[in-house]
């Protein structure tokens, strides 16, 4: 197979117009091209008009594919993925704990090879948590086990489902064929962009937790881990709570995937003195424009087009105090959620269905902070950090589930807000008119306000007085990182505990935290 390198497509392209400029590029006849297929996809968007699609096709020939290689440029020969599941050689089965990617994926790598493994989920399945969560955004009624951040399918079930990544493995491969072989939508496997959609990743979670359970994993919802007991440094049971009721559960292997928000779980590892240390994350708002305006900044003549769908954008800047400034997990065509999963503290996330068509565009605007903000020797002083400002965003929401908003003009001049503008906040049920400038550090504040003025000379509009910022976004990453073997991957004082994804600190996104959980199921097989 040849792939075909920095191919020029036009946004309105079909088969038929992919196979012509392949022939082109390899200068061949069509009769010669057997199949073709694309690859990779993004947009080039760099004259705003002159927009097509920049793409990677891999073409199957009928004729020689060395001789036609020795005459064509960007072109290389390939072998098509492939991943060989790892057979499991017996014995106790392994426990994975936390059904977001990383434990998702390493329990099904471990039923794949037929390991049993047993997946404990201290929240509920997608469809009950979905119907927690639609209370919760109705009439504030907050279950702290089932929310946002906690139940099948993790915190990035309730966010634009966005699959893009700057890791370099080949398994993210093996991620993206599991989730279009469970129902996403198959142009993930090609898209530079890739996103499911909140709507489309609940359906994916459940198909993948049903083929656990088909071959022969055990999934146990509402269920959270409390200790575990070892012996000579090794584990060799964990301690489980569910319905009031403590179990024990015996196994010498437990996939730690416990995600960015299981504070009492922290607490818990810290008590039983595990190695862990402190790490850096972000802090910020989210910020909100008109998707149409957004649209119209990133596209030009070209915005509307449905084969381009809504805007993306990604920046980062460096701020005058030396932080760094960044916009993350940006949902194009979506909408801002209360994220909150603590009684009294509040902290938003930005969520899109597929289709990416709400009136509102919206994105994380972070500030990094490092262990020396914390103000704490210890090595929870980042999520004690995370605490009190969500109960200072609560505070100033009103003490209820009304998050706290104000215009980004206003947030620039100092000034509380006193009436919506153009952009309606799209957080439900309520929002509160506020100065985030009275909660947050001041020299995040400072940072973030040099930020958007940054931002709004790359992206016009960005800086508009009407825009809005909600807040605060405090979950961008875990505040701790679990220490691991860089070898085995388990745990530096516990053998048999492995610390997996993004609460491990090992991390940053669905694709990444899946193929964190696949590496931690290898080396459970291994050993």
């Known amino acids: 197979m040849i792939r075909v390198n920095n191919v020029h497509i036009p946004l309105d392209y079909d088969d038929a117009a992919v196979r012509k400029r392949i022939c082109r590029e390899l200068r061949v006849d069509n009769s010669a091209v057997k199949s073709v297929s694309i690859f990779r996809r993004s947009v080039d968007a760099r004259k705003k008009d002159n927009i097509f699609f920049l793409c990677a096709v891999d073409v199957v020939l009928n004729i020689n594919e060395d001789n036609v290689l020795k005459k064509a440029k960007n072109a290389s020969k ?104 469970h129902g996403a939508p198959k142009e993930i496997l090609y898209d530079a962009k890739p ?46 709570e569910s319905n009031g009721k403590t179990d024990i559960i015996e196994t010498d292997s437990v996939i730690l995937a416990i995600g960015h928000s299981a504070r009492d779980t922290f607490e818990m590892l810290y008590e039983k003195k595990l190695p862990i240390e402190a790490k850096p994350f972000s802090v910020g708002a989210r910020i909100e424009h008109l998707r149409e305006e957004i649209d119209r900044s990133q596209y030009g003549r070209f915005a509307g087009n449905k084969a381009l769908g809504a805007a993306n954008y990604k920046m980062n800047v460096h701020t005058s105090n030396g932080r760094g400034a960044y916009t993350f997990c940006m949902c194009p065509g979506g909408k801002v959620v209360n994220a909150s999963s603590e009684q009294n503290r509040l902290c938003t996330n930005g969520m899109s269905e597929y289709a990416r068509d709400e009136r509102n565009s919206n994105a994380a605007l972070l500030v990094g902070v490092s262990p020396e903000d914390y103000r704490s020797d210890s090595p929870l002083g980042g999520m004690y950090f995370q ?102 991957l388990e ?19 669905i694709i990444s935290a899946a193929v964190d959980g696949i590496k931690c199921a290898e080396k459970v097989i291994e050993k």
């Open 78 to 181: 390939v072998q098509p993925y492939t991943y060989d599941v790892p057979k499991w050689k017996g014995g106790a089965s392994p426990l994975v704990v936390g059904m977001g990617p990383a434990g998702l994926f390493a329990a099904l790598i471990l039923a794949q090879s037929g390991a049993n493994p047993i997946v404990i989920e201290r929240g509920k399945d997608v469809d009950s948590r979905t119907a927690d969560v639609n209370k919760f955004w109705t009439d504030g009624t907050l279950n702290t086990s089932s929310n946002v951040q906690f139940g099948e399918g993790g915190a990035g079930t309730f966010s634009d489902g966005k699959l893009n990544t700057g890791t370099k493995d080949s398994r993210q491969r093996k991620v993206l064929l599991e989730f279009v072989g």
């Open 195 to 240: 996103h499911i959609g909140t709507d489309k990743l609940k359906l994916t979670v459940k198909k993948l937790r049903e083929e656990i359970i088909e071959l022969g994993g055990r999934v146990m919802f509402e269920t959270k881990l409390t200790g575990f007991h070892s012996a000579d440094g090794k584990i060799t049971a964990a301690v489980v």
């Open 387 to 488: 605490r009190e400002l969500e109960e200072k965003a609560f505070a100033l929401g009103g003490g209820g589930f009304s998050a706290p908003v104000q215009k980004v003009g206003d947030f620039i001049n100092n000034k509380k807000s006193d009436n919506p503008g153009e952009v309606l906040p799209s957080i439900g049920p309520d929002f509160t008119l506020s100065d985030l400038n009275t909660i947050l550090p001041e020299e995040i504040s400072r940072s973030l306000k040099e930020a958007i003025i940054s931002m709004g000379r790359k992206l016009k509009g960005f800086d508009s007085p009407d825009a809005v910022l909600t807040g605060l976004e405090t979950r961008s990453s875990s505040p701790i990182r679990i220490l691991r073997n860089v070898d085995t």
């Open 491 to 509: 745990s530096v004082g516990l053998k048999g505990l492995y610390p997996c994804g993004e609460g491990a600190g090992y991390a940053g996104g």
